[in-house]
């Protein structure tokens, strides 16, 4: 194994190992640093176990709605331990999968922690190695609030080492993950309550999606409860109590969930060796060509605090191959128009500006379109599950600047919808579109 590359990427996870990859298909010689499984958080801990216990959670649903189209019966009891085996297995071979890529492509791994000796030298296990350029992509982990007792409770991380279903649990926290793996525990069987520090969940979404997702948790059975702030976490005969700073409690849990925020992993780097500058959280700024204030060395994915999206990072490490080894003088990845999906029950897609940033950015010049309706889906049972759009246009010519979708089939359609926002479609566009019916997807290109 050399100890001198064209490349070193510190951390193995999608932004890191797809930016290696571009790397040596231009003739790079290449090194990737990871001290845990190849992967990273999208893989091990994320968007892919997230993914499957979100179709367990489905398939709940799904067969509480099964006997209104003639499949009468008990549904059967969730086995969480089988799911759970099911699903490591799977990321287990993902992660075999990764290993195997970079083998094929003579792309050295290294494990360990990496840290720097100087801007083009970093240290492992004891050995050095150096690059012309490196790249930091090293990602973050789930923040664990400084209050007493805080470590009796877990983090996403540990809710997927649990080998069973806890019966009541408590998630703190108003983002992807807590409505995520909310919807997943209250789908499967578990008393759930999501206990939130200000106005609600998913604070920086449209103010419809928050609305209708929040309706539908509440039909759903979880708890919400708003405007708590942690004071300590304690074990009482009942199980675990959660203490509010303003004097509220809630107890009886068998498990509580911080799903507070994430922060760069960064700690044992020694960025100062390098002179790479982070900012008071710990984040590594970049411009728009990911690099940082050290000319041949770059960061990318969560670790920039910039959009914590997997495919964002897998795009940045992409461009940022492209310019450096491909040619591509003017390659970078563009931070706007950013379709992501928040895999709730139901799941939200969503891409562009809320009506709140609309209005702030374009005034009057806004205009809104929305739908809301019941899936013909729900048509023949008890239970109906709505669904809800809204197209938010600008300018005389109606160009669509948000569009954003909850309910049935809103994860796979928004694709496609945000290659025709991002194309700069007006309204217009959508209306001379012709309907697939009946779908849901129809809705976005007959409203008035």
Same mark, same amino acid.
């Given at each position: ?39 990273? +958080? ?153 206990? =939130? ?34 004071? /300590? ?96 003088? @003017? ?22 500006? +809320? ?8 005034? @009057? ?10 899936? !013909? ?12 759009? /809204?197209?938010? =246009? ?28 991002? !194309? ?25």
């Amino acid at each position: 194994m050399s100890t001198n590359y064209n490349l070193i990427v510190i951390g193995g996870g999608s932004g890191g190992l797809a930016h290696a990859q571009r790397a040596v298909e231009y003739g790079a010689t290449a090194m990737v640093v990871e001290s845990g499984r190849l992967g990273g +958080t999208c893989v091990n801990v994320g968007c892919v176990p997230k993914k499957v216990m979100w179709y367990a959670g489905s398939a709940a649903h799904d067969g509480h709605l099964a006997e209104s189209y003639g499949f009468p019966g008990t549904p059967p009891a969730h086995d969480w331990l089988a799911l759970k085996q099911r699903r490591d297995a799977y990321v287990e071979r993902l992660n075999g999968i990764y290993a195997s890529n970079l083998d094929r492509k003579d792309i050295d791994v290294v494990r360990g922690r990496a840290s720097f000796v100087d801007s083009r030298t970093i240290k492992v296990n004891g050995r050095q190695y150096r690059a012309d350029n490196i790249v930091i992509a090293t990602g973050g982990y789930p923040v664990v609030p400084d209050i007493p007792g805080a470590d009796l409770g877990i983090t996403s991380d540990g809710f997927f080492e649990l080998e069973t279903m806890p019966k009541r649990v408590a998630l703190v926290g108003s983002g992807y993950v807590s409505v995520e793996l909310g919807g997943v525990l209250a789908a499967l069987g578990a008393e759930t309550t999501i206990l =939130t520090r200000f106005d609600g969940v998913l604070r920086s979404f449209d103010d419809m999606l928050r609305g209708e997702l929040t309706a539908a948790m509440t039909e759903d059975g979880i708890n919400v409860h708003e405007h708590f702030v942690p004071s /300590k976490l304690t074990r009482d005969g009942d199980g675990l109590t959660l203490h509010s700073k303003d004097g509220q409690r809630f107890g009886g849990f068998d498990c509580v969930i911080w799903a507070v925020g994430r922060a760069p992993s960064v700690s044992d780097l020694a960025l100062h060796k390098a002179g790479v500058n982070a900012d008071d959280d710990g984040f590594i700024p970049v411009d728009q060509w990911q690099a940082t204030n050290v000319e041949h060395i770059f960061a990318l994915g969560d670790v920039t605090g910039a959009v914590a999206l997997t495919p964002v990072a897998i795009a940045a490490g992409r461009r940022l191959a492209d310019r450096l080894y491909g040619g591509m003088t @003017d390659r970078y990845l563009e931070y706007r128009d950013i379709a992501t999906v928040i895999f709730s029950h139901p799941p939200i897609g969503t891409v562009g500006l +809320t009506e709140r940033e609309a209005r702030d950015q374009y005034g @009057d010049e806004v205009a809104v379109f929305a739908s809301s309706f019941i899936p !013909m889906r729900y048509a023949l049972g008890d239970k109906k599950v709505r669904s809800a759009m /809204k197209l938010i =246009t600008v300018g005389a010519e109606q160009r669509i600047v948000g569009c954003h979708v909850i309910g049935d089939g809103a994860d796979e359609m928004m694709q496609g919808f945000a290659v025709a926002i991002r !194309m700069g479609a007006t309204k217009r566009h959508f209306d001379d579109t012709v309907a697939i019916h009946p779908t849901s997807a129809e809705e976005l290109v007959t409203m008035r």
